[in-house]
């Protein structure tokens, strides 16, 4: 090769890489040519979360890699078209947005099972399943051969706690789930979990009392309150002292050592007033209602109050001041931070954000047959009932990915478990009934 030659192959390697310089800088720094704009833009990155981990991610019907979490770099401002997904799984599919020098993050995307078979857990008849708040651990009242039957359904395994031929109106979870608070007409019963002959009958303990009025300390049932007399009463079931306050209350909730109840100190309004237990010789005003004689309290959290008024909620924030009215309420439930409330009746299902400058989303409205609905862990899900189909939406403003889960011929409730794998439904399928459990997600 002669140098003639040598310098001509140089020189054009020197061109390709000036050439091509620019265009490597532009890369490295976040920049690329457009070349239906015919303009150097800069781009932006879309950053996705998934769980099952392994999914099969999609660009614009490219294969683009199999695994989560993931960043897509180097996008022009663009909408994209996204899908995930996995054999046995729902796909999720969404056009998404891309902007210059902005990171666009997907985060707690979810790809549940689809066809899921339903195992029978239980095959009886199941009035109601009560979930332990932070534990894998169910509560069932049934009702078999004309018996009322509590149990408790843990790790596939069921162990009968009481039995009564009288009617169970209601069961609850106390002390972390260490006792089982039985209501019945006339009588209120503790039971050990762990020792369920353990039984503390509250009519020995108590006497006459009205057990319309009687509430627990939801974290130390030894500790019980009721109104007898005008007053309100504290007695503790270990060695029966009694503390009177001063207080007359239309209704009460017991929040650790703070007290909410509702007071007509006047004749044309309720007012809600709350006082500390150790404190009891001042109480303070929260909020003024217009008099009616069916409010209930029923929560007392995070500086939000809930009452409930026939098909009304009227949640007082304590850090705002204010006061916020919600009509059309069947049903509802705080989120586990106490900032978001879901709710909804057999028309429609909402949540609400008092902190939000959007405070209402509307996520579905049928023509009827929605039951109840509960909040998926993390809250970026919601399951729903309607029409005996269990569905699932993404917690979202707007854009949201919704699934048809399960289809039973009846289905009265459902429970979903701490790790978000598996749903526990009470309902017939087919010839069964009873307790079903639905695995909607692998380990």
Partial sequence: MTLVHRRIIYLFFMAVFFIVLPFIIMSATGYRFNTKKNIIQKTGIIFLEARPEKVDIWLNGKLIDNRTPVRINNLLPNEYELKLTKEGYHSWQKKIRVYESQTTSLQYIRLFKKNIKADNLVAEKIIKMVKLDGRDKLLLIKYIDNQYVVSIFKKGEEKEIYKSGKEIIKAEWADNGERVIIYQKNNIYIINVNNPDKVINLQDKLGSVDFASLKFDKFNSNNVFYIKHNKLIKVNLLNLNKTVFPYWPLDYYVQGNTIYFLSQNSLNNIFLKKFDILNAGASETL?????????????????????????????????????????????????????????????????????????????????????????????????????????????????????????????????????????????????????????????
């Avoid at 959007?358 to 998926?376: H, V």
């Avoid at 005996?388 to 289809?407: G, H, T, W």
């Fill in 287 to 443: 909020f003024v209602l217009e008099l009616a004689d069916n409010y209930r309290l029923v929560d007392a959290q995070n500086e939000f109050v809930t009452i409930k008024k026939g098909n009304e909620l009227i949640i007082w924030d304590g850090r705002r001041g204010k006061s916020e009215v919600i009509k059309g309420v069947d049903f509802f439930k705080w989120n586990a931070n106490h900032d978001e409330l879901l709710f909804g009746n057999k028309r429609e299902l909402w949540t609400y954000r008092p902190q939000k400058e959007e405070k209402y989303i509307l996520f579905t409205r049928t023509g009827g047959g929605i039951k109840n609905a509960e909040w998926y862990k993390p809250e970026t899900h919601i399951f729903y009932i309607v029409n005996n189909k269990l569905k699932v939406v993404e917690n979202l403003v707007s854009n949201r990915v919704v699934y048809d889960m399960a289809e039973f011929k009846e289905m009265d409730d459902f429970s979903i478990n701490e790790k978000g794998d598996k749903v526990y439904i009470i309902g017939r399928d087919n010839q069964k009934q009873g307790l079903f459990e639905l695995k909607i997600l692998d380990n």
